[in-house]
């Protein structure tokens, strides 16, 4: 079982940063895959961006690239998101989510789900 744990939401002003950070326990970090989605109440669960297993592939949503970025540090077990200008839309839960390898890296199937942290930004 992998466990995640969110951390860093809270409350920006539009225009500002905010960085989120995505802790696994055990030991298969580097193996798996790790993702973001945001879900906003009513609305659909969304893709927003994703890693590689290896590191070496990333993709983001159009509504985020430029502005978001991934990255993980596997001595740490950890991925962090790094969102600039961040805009009211932006407003979620963000849910960090990871599977092992070997699913196509643009599938957006996940096996293993964090709780979410709340990002809000005002106007």
């Known amino acids: 079982q992998v466990q995640l744990v969110e951390s860093g939401g809270g409350l920006v002003q539009a225009g500002g940063s905010l960085r989120l950070s995505c802790a696994a326990s055990g030991r298969t970090f580097s193996s798996l895959d790790v993702g973001w989605f945001r879900h906003t109440p009513g609305k659909e669960r969304e893709f927003v961006t994703a890693?590689?297993?290896?590191?070496?592939?990333?993709h983001y949503a159009d509504s985020v690239k430029g502005r978001f970025t991934i990255s993980r540090d596997n001595a740490k077990n950890t991925v962090s998101l790094q969102m600039n200008s961040l805009k009211p839309e932006d407003t979620a839960i963000y849910y960090c989510?990871?599977?092992?390898?070997?699913?196509?890296?643009?599938?957006?199937?996940?096996?293993?789900w964090g709780q979410g942290t709340q990002v809000t930004v005002s106007s």
């Open positions: 989510a990871a599977r092992d390898r070997g699913r196509p890296f643009y599938s957006r199937e996940y096996d293993y």
């Open positions: 890693i590689r297993w290896s590191g070496g592939w990333t």
